[in-house]
C-alpha cells in the first residue's frame, strides 16, 4: 500500500508518518522544504525520539520524499498510484496544495481508479470539507464530472504533543506518547475497511471536536492567560504549582460535565482524558512562552470557542461555570504589543469599556448571570495583574 502525505514538518512526520508506517504503508512525503526532502530521501526515512522514554531513538523507514515546487510530475504520479491521501500543512495552505491534488484526481477519473480517502489531518473545524471545497475551487476547467465519485473528505480531529529535534545535525521530531486521530467513519469510502490503524472511527466526530476543544484546548488557554495575570512567562511554570494544576484540572472538569450531559462520554472517561492533558502540559524538559499559549486573543474569546461556549452551554444547563468565567476574564486581560488581536481587543476597551467589550467579543448578554462574574473577575484579576506587572494595566 502507498500513502502520499502532504506536509513533512513536525506533525507529518511525528503523527500521521507514523501512523502510516505503523498501518503498513510506503510513504511519499511532500513538502516545500528542499532541504528537508533531500534528508528524508538520503536516510530513506526518518527518526523520531520518544518524549516519555528518555528521548529514545525510533526509525521510520519505507519513506521517500518529493518537493511541492520541483517535483510536480512525479506527484501527480504518486496521487494516481496512491492508496491513500493525508494532509498536515495548516489549514490555511490546504487552498495551496488543492491544484495538485486536483491534477493527480482528473488523471485517477480519466483511469477510472477507485474511489480515495484524502484526510485532511488540520487543526481546523470540518477540515475535510475544507479540503474538498478548495479542490473544487481550483477546478477552473471543470474538469472533474464528480469529486465526490473520486475521493472521499472525511473530517478529522487531530492531537498530538511533537517538537522540532535537532540532532547530529538531521532534523527530527520528538513526540509524546498519547495522541488522538478521529475520523469521521461515515464519510470513508468504505467504513468497514479503516484505513489507518490507531485512529479511533466514529460517526458523531463533533463530540470529539468538542471534546478536545473545551477540554485540552481550553485548559491550556485558561493556564495561559491566568500565568499571565500572574507574571508568568512560561506556561511550565503555571504547571509547576499544585495549586494552579488543581484550578487547571477543576476548569477541565466544568467541561466535562457539560461534555457528559450532552454525549455518550462518561465521568471516567473524561477524567482519562484530563489525565492526559495534565500529563502533557508536564512534560519534562519543554517550555512554551505564555506568549504563544494565549496569541489571537479575540478568536479564543469567540463565542463558539474553548471558554465562551463551554460556560454559555453550563449557564443553561444550571451547572458551575465559575471558573471557566475566571479565565474569560483574564483574556479580557491579556496584552502582548506584538499580537494584532490584542491591540484590537484593547483599544476597543478602552474606546467602549468593558461592558459593551465582553459582549462584543463574547456575545455574552448583559441580562446573563456570567455577564456579572466576568465583570467581577476581571476587577478581582485586573489587581493581581496590576502587581505583577508593575501596573502596565
Sequence with gaps: MKAVHFGAGSIGRGFIGQLLHDSGYDIVMVDVNTALVNQINANQGYDLYLINHAYQKLTIDHVTALSATQDSQALIEAIVSADLITTSVWADNLAQIAPVILKGLVQRQHLQKSRLNILACENAFMNGQILHDEILKADTQQELIDLDAVAAFPNTVVDRMVLDYVTAGQHSVAIGDSFELAIESSQLVDPKTPPIVGAEYTQNLQKYLERKLYI?????????????????????????????????????????????????????????????????????????????????????????????????????????????????AAALLFFNPQDEQCVILQKYLTDHGLPQTIEHFTAISAASPAFTKIMKSYDQQRQLLAQHRDGEI
Excluded at 249 to 264: F, G, I, P
Excluded at 270 to 296: E, M, N, W
Excluded at 320 to 325: A, K, Q, S
Aim: hydrophobic share 40%.
Design 216 to 328: 485540552i484546548n481550553c485548559g491550556h488557554a485558561w493556564a495561559g492567560y491566568i500565568g499571565y495575570v500572574l507574571g508568568y512567562n512560561i506556561i511550565q511554570d503555571v504547571f509547576a504549582r499544585a495549586d494552579l494544576v488543581q484550578q487547571v484540572r477543576q476548569t477541565m472538569e466544568e467541561s466535562a460535565r457539560l461534555l457528559v450531559r450532552k454525549y455518550d462520554f462518561t465521568a471516567a472517561d473524561l477524567d482519562h482524558y484530563i489525565d492526559f492533558a495534565i500529563d502533557r502540559y508536564q512534560t519534562p524538559g519543554i517550555k512554551d512562552p505564555i506568549a504563544r499559549v494565549c496569541r489571537s486573543p479575540i478568536r479564543k474569546l469567540g463565542p463558539q470557542d474553548r471558554l465562551v461556549a463551554p460556560a454559555v452551554q453550563l449557564e443553561q444547563y444550571g451547572l458551575p461555570n465559575e471558573l471557566l468565567l475566571k479565565g474569560i
